[in-house]
Every structure is written in structure tokens, then in C-alpha cells.
């Protein structure tokens, strides 16, 4: 191959019982620091209340996030959340930026570590500015559990929840290429906006370990940026639009991340065309795409569980004196294709419907944690 650079354990059991539903919000307090998001009070949640010998609110747990407007990070929120409406002893405050960038996070995750003690959830895609803030938090007693991105190294965080994102990057493009000749000829395209985010640069080189394996004869034209310079979504629809327009003869079109997939449908809508498009994550354009048959493939991270995983840990820990796991936790991925797009979609259509389906598969893994440790 060519390439071209560019009590809450006797909780899990009851609803552990229910994980045949399809695998696959709300305690918080406001917060004073500018652009931090706070939540509101618990509704709607489908579960039974916990019953808890706690005064209401005595547990302080917190979450820390990159920014709120991307949605994978959003449903991350979402995941804790449910933790938290399920369960009157959790005091649960969120907190993020407007948008990307440490030196918003790094001050607002150092409040909610103040005053959220019993432990903290922490979600930054920059680890190295965040080794002093959180050594002092785990120093001082608070735990901290990493979800999606690594935490800073030696910093006293001894869970990180997240994916094999390599295995990601394999999972999309054996789905896509399925149908793919082996002794094909041409070209395949890769383009990502998050060329300097470790995880998704991780399922790029999960895709390129299967082109090069099974298509010897394929060239890889990529991980092109698709970026630009604020990382908007016209921008990124511009760059596939360019791409396309370079490359339109190409075997297939695949990418690591969310935007990238709304923007690969959107590319076939405005310019009248058929291609094989693959991407990741839930974003609702990326979901309709696939019910359109603009994208053919989606692989789901399944955020909501790392929010979920964390959160209840945290609260297990400080309820019931629960250790906390130590190594990285797999919470695996789902393959969204046309043949369960319709239930993909009824499970994300709201809280509900995605606390319904999701916490008995969140429950089934930390009831049997030694599963998911992969190291």
C-alpha cells in the first residue's frame, strides 16, 4: 500500500437484570466561574429513585469537560447525569468551557475539585496542562476517574474510561469495505478535523492497518485535516467539499470523527453524487445520514457510558468504600449500519430512552469490571 502524507452494587444487580433492552439527567448546582455549564434539577428519569440512607445531596461528585458544544462530549454529560437523577445522596455539579481550549478548562475543573470532594470526573483532550491541578486534587483525597482522552501521567489518576480506538478505526473500515475486492485498485480517502487529537488519530491508524492488510493494491490518500482554522462545521463541509472535488473517483471516504461524517453527507446532497462514506460517533446529522443512505457506516464510541461508568463509580466509592478500578476501561463501540439505524435512532431521541437502554449495559460492565481492564 501507497500512502500519501498529509449500596449501589445490590443497584447494579436490579438493573443488570434488564440489559436485554438494545445496548446501545439530572443533580447539579451552579457554578460562579464564567462560561462553566451547570445543570438542573433531577426529571424524568424512567428508574426507580434510589433509596439511600444519605442526607439528600451529601455525595459531591463533579465533571469537568472540554466544551459544551460537541455533542460527544455532551452526551458524556448525559451519562452522568443519569447517575445523579437516579440517586438523591449525589450532588452533582458540571462544569465546562464555551469551547476547546485548556487554559478555559483548567480553572473551572480547579473549582469543581474544591468544592465537589468525594471525586471528580475529568474530560480534556490537553493532559499535560492538567498534571499540577489534578496531583494536588488526588493528593488532597479527592479521586479523579479520566474518561475519553488520557489524564496527565503520574498525576494519581488510576482509572481511565475510554476506547481501543485503534480497534475503532478497524471496526469502520471492515464495515465499510465489506463488500470491496480484495485486488481492488484506487484510492481510499481519509480526512480528519481533529488531526492533533490522539484518540481520533488512533482510528486512523486503525483504518490504515486494514486497508493496508486486506487492499494491497489500494493507495491511501490521507489522514487529510479537515480542520480549518476554527474548526467549524462550514469549514469542515468546505474541506470534503474540496476533497471530493480532487478526488472524486475514490474507492471510499472515511473519518474518524463526528463533523466529518455530517459533512460527507451533506457533500453528496449539494453536489448530486452516491459515495461510500464512513464515520463515527451519534451526531443527529451523521444518524440521518445513515437512514438517507448518504453514509453507509458509523461507528459509535458510546460516550454515554464513560459518563455513566465514572460517575457511578465515584459514587459506589464514596457510598460503600467501592476501590476504584485501576488500568484503562474498554467501554467497546457499536457498528451503526441500515439494519439497526431505526433503533439506534429511537435510543437516542431522548434522556430517557438513552438512560432506558444504556444503564443496564453500564451496570452489566462495572458489575463484572474485570471484563473491560485492558491494562
Partial sequence: MKSIPTSLRGRIGVLAATAAVTALTLAGCSSSTPEATTTGEPTGATEPTVESTLEPGSIKLGIAYWDTITYAFQLMLKGSEAVAANDPAIALESTAPDSGDPSKLLPLFQAVAQTQTDGVVLQALAADPFYRPVLDTTESGTPVIAIDAPPPADAGVDLFITNDNTELGRMLARELLKDLDPESTGQIVIGTNGPAVPPLMARVDGMIEVINDEFPNVEVVGPISTYGTAGSPQENYDAWDGIYRQYPDALAYMAPGAQDAVSLGQVQSKNGVELLAGGMDLEPGSLDAVKSGAVAVLVSP????????????????????????????????????????????????????????????GDEQIANYQDYITE
Avoid at 464514596?318 to 449500519?337: H, K, M, N, R, S
Fill in 302 to 361: 458510546e460516550h454515554w457510558l464513560k459518563g455513566y461508568i465514572a460517575t457511578k463509580i465515584l459514587a459506589m466509592h464514596a457510598e460503600d468504600g467501592f476501590e476504584i478500578p485501576v488500568g484503562t476501561w474498554d467501554t467497546g463501540g457499536l457498528v451503526v449500519t441500515a439494519d439497526n439505524i431505526d433503533e439506534v435512532l429511537a435510543r437516542q431521541a431522548s434522556d430517557d430512552s438513552m438512560r432506558e437502554a444504556l444503564a443496564p449495559v
